[in-house]
């Protein structure tokens, strides 16, 4: 079994950064490939980014390439993801996800895990 706990969502203007923080607990972390997704209100859940924990490898969507970076910290047991010049479409629920397996997916039913969201809301 695998918690995830998302913080760091908040209010920011356009053109502005927050960090996002998930802190994971549980038993076999480093073969758990970890997720971010977004929700906006109307909307499908959508990937944003994706990190292997063993290897490091990421993955991102093209809406948000070159903008945000996931990284993991082994010490700490969190996955982050920084957001830089934040757009009001970015605007949603944001959630942080794990799946057992080595493979990044932008497949939302291919994740085991889910914290409980944490709001980002970019005002233009």
């Known amino acids: 079994q695998v918690q995830l706990v998302e913080s760091g969502g908040g209010l920011v203007q356009a053109g502005g950064s927050l960090r996002l923080s998930c802190g994971i607990s549980?038993?076999?972390?480093?073969?758990?490939?970890m997720g971010w997704f977004r929700q906006a209100p109307g909307k499908e859940r959508e990937f944003v980014a994706g990190?292997?924990?063993?290897?490091?490898?990421?993955a991102y969507a093209d809406s948000v390439k070159g903008r945000f970076t996931i990284s993991r910290d082994n010490a700490k047991n969190t996955v982050n993801l920084q957001m830089n010049s934040l757009k009001s479409e970015d605007t949603a629920v944001y959630y942080c996800?794990?799946?057992?397996?080595?493979?990044?997916?932008?497949?939302?039913?291919?994740?085991?895990?889910w914290g409980q969201g944490t709001q980002v809301t970019v005002s233009s």
């Open positions: 990190i292997n924990w063993s290897s490091g490898s990421t």
């Open positions: 549980g038993r076999g972390i480093s073969t758990y490939t």
């Open positions: 996800a794990a799946r057992r397996g080595f493979a990044v997916s932008t497949d939302k039913g291919r994740y085991d895990y």
